[in-house]
Every structure is written in structure tokens, then in C-alpha cells.
């Protein structure tokens, strides 16, 4: 290829990941599915790229360090202090169901493909692992109750990282296989002594140069990155593809590492990831051998049947054994398993050295991982809506209140939301005020919620309105900004701001990227915090035949600021200044009262 088609080719290929990227936003749906299809669109199918003649020698290390940098960034989500949190189901579900679902597929691997038990073993392995980009998406589709979507999105970050380092154990010990048992323990010994001591050390290393602050923070990500690259190059070298159970060991390490904040790094790893997946799996898609697949026949078909209708079915069975969910909720958790990232990405890496060593079938787990991949997600996203609702385990219109802020005020308008039955969570980057939120049982998230992190972490299930009460204003317009297409423009609420009242047009957010006014009466959080401070409450009043919207007008006129107003049939409108709602004889008002003496 000449100069002109390389730079046409990387150019199409930043386009198409953004193109994919942004349809994946606007249908809610796992970006891995449009990338894929993409690829094998340019690829096989029209033949417009071929990643070994762009990249040539270059391809596979490229592949490598990506794929190293992707499971670093995963594993780096994997806290040990979680693990108690997470509930006796998500246990299960990533260790005795992971186990059940690992033996079923390579058993049908096996006997419907004809691989060899090392290469079905392997698979197994591989797609057993769901992930968050992939479940995410889905649940904002799906929207279950909360028991189930908490259930699917815990299982789907802590078995990422954890189905990670078991696929490149079982990849290790096939490795050292071959050359007499004795040899090949031994072999495997080192690998798993290799990954785990360079893992560890570079785990400790970089933790310890960040908390000591032997470089300055500008510094950190750039460190990191190094330091993944260096660690995965040098574990290598002294033990053939340990390399990998390096990075992943390096990264747990790291995030459970007291005194260290990885939060920084996590973010700039996440954005790092996205580049890395949306042009890996193009070109990965590009190499795929269509005609291999489609020489498997039916099997292929079969086998999907047994991980959809054998595999995750026995997982759900065995992990809920006992529990307190109901059979509905158990059938929908057993319909849900859509399959992604590290699945993908590892068998890449894998293929290619199997085939190297001389087994059998080890091209075919690439396009049978991408037909697993793509098979589970289109099935599973066009079926689990509609099965939700015949199940009725789906939530309704979703109703809550994302609070942006967990600030007093933002805390008093949270427990006005609660009283009225609405779920509300409370998001914040200040630790002082998510601890307060909490004492006060609250739910909060912790960070951004604009982030990267919170895109893959931050559980929308029954929230359908935004109110922006940081004092901050710039973040309540990001925030509205980025939750318009999730709530819609009429569910963005803010408070005033007097700064940007006295900006001119050209310094001024626009009304439709910074939401409504919150409120009858136009406040700022400085105001808002002031009423409070002087005594203001928020009252909470049910009107009656009796005592009627024009009686509670009358009675507290000036000094009531009206808020919000649940009718009788449980949803709840929010009152702006240009708010013309009446309500009636059953309706719930909220409002902030001033007492009489205090000034309006």
C-alpha cells in the first residue's frame, strides 16, 4: 500500500469507530455489535480493508499491547472491598454459575464443533465473561426492576476482569502443554510465576511512585501507560505470554493498593480504551474468515442455542438457589448474558499463537467468538424489552430524580423526593458530601457523572429526570447536556444562576443544553442555602375537597417556593416560574416554606 491509501485508511477507519460510537449512543445499544459489523463489512465482504497489508509485521504487537492496556483498564475496576457488598447472587453468578456455564459450552464446543479439548476448554473461558459496555447499554434499554439491574451490572464488572485472568491461565497451560508432562507443569509454573511477580511488583512500583508524588500528577497517566507497556514487554521476555496475566495482576494490584487514587487513571484509561476498541475490533472484524465459519454449518447455530438455553439458564438456576427473588425475575437474569469485549479482544491474541503452536481449529475462535458475541447481542437486545414486560419485571416509565450535587441543599431535596416514593441518587465528587448523603440514607454515586466511569457504572434504571443542584453551574449544564438524550429536555432541571443572567448571549449557555428552572420562584443556590439557614423547610401537603389548591395558595402566598407536586396517579411534575400546573383534591405538593418572620 503507497502512502495516499494508508492515511485513507486509518482515516476511514476514525470515522467509522466515531460513526459507531455515536449510533451505539443514540440506540442504547453495545457499540461492540456496529463496530463488528463494520468491520466485517469493509473487510470480507467488500474487501475495502485488509489489516495485514496496512500493518503488516506491526499488526499482531499492536493487537497485543492494545488488548494488554484493555485488560489492564478492566481489571483495574476490580476492588476486593466490593466483593462483600455485591450480594450472595453475584457470588454465585461469578463463581460456582461462571463454573457451570465454562463446563456446558466446552463440552458443547466439543462434541458440536469437533475442537479438542484444549481449544474447547479455552472457548469456554472466552465467552463466558459478560461486561459492563455490553450490559450497560442493554439495561438502559431493558430497564428491570432494580434487583435484577443491579444483579446483571455487578456481574458484568466484577466477572471482567476475573474472566480475563482465567482465560489466560487455561491459554498459559495449553501453551506449556506438548512437550511432556513434567515440562509443560513446569512450563506453566513459570508463566504463572512470571506474570504474577512482574504484575505485582509493577502493581507496587507504580502505586508507590504515586503515592510518594515522585512525579507530579500531570505525569501519572503517562507513567501508567509505560509502565503497562513495560511490564507486559519485559514479563514476556523472561516467560513467553505471561505478559498478559502481568498487565491483569498489575492492575488489581493497583486498585486495591491503600492510598493510592486511581481514579485519574482509571478515566484517562477508559478513554484510552475506547480509542483502542473501536479500532481494534474493525480491524480485528476485517481479518475475519467468513468462509471457515460458514463451513461449520449448523453447528455454530446449535452452539449458540446451548449457551443461550443450557449454559446461562444452569448458571441463574445454580446462583439463585435459595434466594429471595421470584421466578419471574430468576427467568429474565436467565435470558440476559450478552457477550463483549474481552472475549473479542483475547481471542485474537490467542488464535494466533494456537495456530502457531500447531493446534487444530484455533483460527475458528475468532469469527465463532464474534458469531457468539453478535449472536447473544442482537437476540438478547431485540427479546429482553418484551420478555421484561411479560414477565412484569420491567419498570415503568421511569420517574426518579438524578440529583447532581449531594450538598445540603441538594440532601434536603433528596429526602422531599424519598417521602414522595420517588428514587432518587445523588452524585458528587466531593467525599464529604456523599458520606453525609449516605449517613442520611440517601443513594449516591461518587464522581462525574458526565464521566467515562459513571457511563459504564451509573445505574439509571428508574430515573427519568435531572435536577442540577451543584453550586457549580458549569456542571449542572454538562450534566443536562450530557442526559438530554437519556431524560429528554422537558425532565432537565437547574437552578438559577445569576452569573449567567449577567453574561452576554455569546458567554451564555443556551436554554436547551442548560435545562429549566427549577422552582415557582427563581432561586440560586446561594439563595436556596440561605432560606434553609433561616429556617425554611420543605413541606409536604396533600390536598383534599376541602383544603384545595386556591386554600393552600392563600395560605402560604409569598413565602412558599413550590417544587414539585405528585398527582393521584404517582407521577410527579416539577414547578418551574412559567408553570401552569393545578393541582387537585388528592395531589401531593412540595414546596420550601419560609417562616413568617423571615424575610422572602
Not at 443450557?310 to 421466578?327: D, E, F, H, K, M
Not at 414486560?389 to 421511569?398: D, G, S
Not at 437552578?495 to 436547551?512: M, P, Q, V, Y
Amino acid at each position: 500500500m503507497n502512502e495516499q491509501q494508508i492515511l485513507l485508511a486509518f482515516g476511514g477507519i476514525g470515522a467509522a469507530a466515531l460513526a459507531c460510537q455515536w449510533l451505539a449512543w443514540r440506540l442504547k445499544l453495545p457499540a461492540i455489535l456496529f463496530l463488528l459489523l463494520i468491520g466485517i463489512l469493509v473487510g470480507p465482504v467488500l474487501g475495502w480493508l485488509d489489516p495485514q497489508a496496512l500493518f503488516g509485521p506491526l499488526l499482531m504487537p499492536l493487537v497485543s499491547l492494545a488488548v494488554a492496556l484493555i485488560l489492564f483498564e478492566g481489571s483495574l475496576t476490580l476492588h476486593l472491598s466490593q466483593w462483600r457488598e455485591i450480594g450472595s447472587v453475584v457470588h454465585r453468578l461469578v463463581t460456582v454459575g461462571a463454573i457451570a456455564t465454562w463446563l456446558v459450552i466446552a463440552l458443547a464446543t466439543h462434541w458440536l464443533l469437533g475442537f479438542d479439548w484444549p481449544l474447547a476448554i479455552l472457548f469456554g473461558t472466552l465467552t463466558l465473561v459478560t461486561g459492563p459496555t455490553v450490559i450497560v447499554p442493554m439495561l438502559r434499554v431493558v430497564r428491570p426492576k432494580a434487583a435484577i439491574a443491579n444483579i446483571l451490572r455487578w456481574e458484568g464488572i466484577v466477572i471482567d476482569p476475573i474472566g480475563a485472568l482465567l482465560a489466560v491461565v487455561v491459554y498459559s497451560f495449553i501453551i506449556a502443554t506438548g512437550n511432556g508432562l513434567t515440562q509443560s507443569l513446569l512450563t506453566f509454573a513459570g508463566v504463572i510465576a512470571s506474570g504474577a511477580a512482574f504484575g505485582a511488583a509493577g502493581g507496587w512500583i507504580l502505586g508507590q511512585t504515586m503515592r510518594e508524588q515522585w512525579l507530579p500528577e500531570y505525569l501519572h497517566n503517562l507513567a501508567s501507560l509505560a509502565a503497562v507497556l513495560g511490564i507486559f514487554i519485559a514479563a514476556n521476555e523472561v516467560m513467553h505470554e505471561s505478559g498478559l496475566l502481568a498487565v491483569t495482576v498489575m492492575g488489581m494490584w493497583l486498585a486495591n493498593m491503600k492510598g493510592v487514587d486511581v481514579r485519574q487513571i482509571l478515566h484517562f484509561k477508559e478513554n484510552l480504551s475506547v480509542l483502542l476498541i473501536s479500532g481494534l475490533f474493525i480491524l480485528l472484524a476485517a481479518r475475519l474468515d467468513l468462509t471457515a465459519l460458514l463451513s461449520l454449518g449448523p453447528a455454530v447455530l446449535a452452539l449458540l442455542l446451548v449457551i443461550q438455553l443450557i449454559a446461562r439458564p444452569l448458571n441463574v438456576l445454580l446462583s439463585t438457589w435459595g434466594s429471595q427473588l421470584q421466578w419471574r425475575e430468576r427467568m429474565l437474569l436467565a435470558w440476559i448474558a450478552p457477550r463483549g469485549i474481552v472475549a473479542a479482544a483475547v481471542s485474537a491474541i490467542f488464535a494466533i499463537r494456537l495456530d502457531e503452536a500447531g493446534h487444530e481449529h484455533a483460527l475458528l475462535l475468532v469469527p465463532l467468538t464474534f458469531a457468539v458475541i453478535i449472536g447473544t447481542v442482537v437476540l438478547q437486545s431485540a427479546t429482553a424489552r418484551p420478555l421484561a414486560r411479560l414477565l412484569k419485571v420491567a419498570e415503568p416509565a421511569p420517574s426518579g430524580f438524578l440529583i447532581v450535587g449531594a450538598n445540603p441543599p441538594a440532601r434536603a431535596i433528596g429526602k422531599a423526593l424519598q417521602a414522595l416514593d420517588c428514587r432518587v441518587l445523588l452524585t458528587d465528587s466531593s467525599w464529604e458530601n456523599i458520606r453525609a448523603a449516605r449517613m442520611e440514607g440517601l443513594p449516591t454515586y461518587f464522581g462525574n457523572p458526565a464521566s467515562q466511569h459513571a457511563d459504564a457504572h451509573l445505574d439509571l434504571v428508574g430515573l427519568g429526570h435531572l435536577l442540577g443542584l451543584s453550586p457549580a453551574g458549569e456542571l449542572n449544564t454538562l450534566a443536562c447536556a450530557r442526559f438530554r438524550h437519556d431524560f429528554g429536555h422537558q425532565r432537565l432541571f437547574v437552578l438559577a444562576s445569576g452569573l449567567e443572567a449577567r453574561r452576554s448571549d455569546k458567554h451564555r449557555a443556551s436554554d436547551e443544553h442548560r435545562g429549566h428552572v427549577l422552582g415557582s420562584q427563581s432561586l440560586t443556590y446561594l439563595q436556596l442555602a440561605n432560606q434553609l439557614h433561616q429556617g425554611g423547610e420543605f413541606y409536604s401537603t396533600t390536598l383534599t375537597e376541602a383544603f384545595d389548591w386556591e386554600a393552600y395558595r392563600a395560605l402560604h402566598g409569598e413565602r412558599a417556593t413550590l417544587l414539585f407536586a405528585r398527582d393521584d396517579h404517582g407521577w410527579v411534575h416539577v414547578f418551574g416560574p412559567d408553570t401552569t400546573l393545578k393541582p387537585g383534591p388528592g395531589w401531593t405538593v412540595v414546596a420550601l416554606v419560609q417562616p413568617e418572620s423571615s424575610p422572602t
